[in-house]
């Protein structure tokens, strides 16, 4: 019985230590962009933006051929008991011809990009997926002439990795009466990745400068997060756990 009851303790506790945040980050806890570079490598083309954020401050990337990363090392492999999500507010600065990401990766494989992108078949806000899922490459969302020129504005992004596939959903600020697209949903399915994600940045993709200028981020994170089923899992081993203590204490 102590054996059974170890057990059931010991499995729901790991279950429930795995759900993790890897990062959390919305730039207000910097005084300047030197405490900035403690957390994100910044080379020349990132500075931290005192003002303008999501609310408050904000990462900047200024368009240069230069991505900024998470400075802290993390490696993570999603399951779809065990999704990883991904969280990053961008801002559309009302010009095209951008080249601007938030991206997670693991050199090409798998790699993923949410952002701007300025290229045939990705003009616009659009999506970078390589070695996961369905291996879709560049794809558009929306056109920078459908987002509208001179409507800048923040688009909030979900990005959630399981074994084999993508769920994107990305909510923009500017009213749908003003020319937002409210809330919009994409769906990639198909090969697990060959590894784990290892590499979290933003800038330019694959450090490519942008000829449309630069752009901001804010509250960026990553976090593996259980699935409900999970959860329903730890509920039951740790009520069966309960259960067969109440009766070796009325045995």
Request: aromatic content about 8%; hydrophobic content about 45%; overall charge negative.
């Amino acid at each position: 019985m102590k054996l059974l009851l170890s057990s059931l303790l010991i499995a729901a506790v790991a279950v429930s230590a795995s759900a993790q945040v890897i990062l959390s980050d919305d730039f207000e806890s910097y005084a300047d962009t030197a405490a900035m570079g403690a957390n994100w490598t910044l080379g020349s083309g990132g500075t931290l933006a005192t003002t303008g954020g999501n609310p408050g401050q904000a990462g900047a990337h200024d368009g240069s051929n230069q991505a900024h990363l998470w400075a802290h090392a993390f490696s993570v492999t999603p399951t779809d008991e065990m999704p990883l999500i991904l969280k990053a507010d961008i801002w559309f600065s009302g010009t095209n011809n951008q080249r601007n990401t938030v991206g997670l990766r693991t050199g090409a494989n798998p790699l993923y990009e949410v952002g701007f992108h300025n290229a045939a078949g990705s003009n616009g806000l659009s999506l970078r997926i390589l070695n996961f899922a369905g291996n879709d490459g560049w794809v558009e969302l929306l056109s920078y002439s459908n987002l509208g020129i001179d409507r800048a504005r923040w688009i909030s992004t979900t990005s959630t990795f399981s074994a084999t596939a993508l769920d994107v959903v990305l909510v923009d600020s500017l009213a749908v009466a003003d020319g937002g697209f409210g809330t919009m949903v994409f769906n990639s399915t198909g090969a697990t990745a060959a590894g784990a994600f290892t590499d979290l940045r933003f800038g330019g993709p694959s450090a490519l400068s942008s000829a449309g200028g630069g752009f901001l981020v804010d509250n960026i994170s990553l976090e593996v997060i259980p699935e409900p089923s999970t959860y329903a899992m730890i509920a039951g081993l740790l009520a069966l756990a309960g259960a067969l203590i109440l009766r070796r204490r009325g045995s």
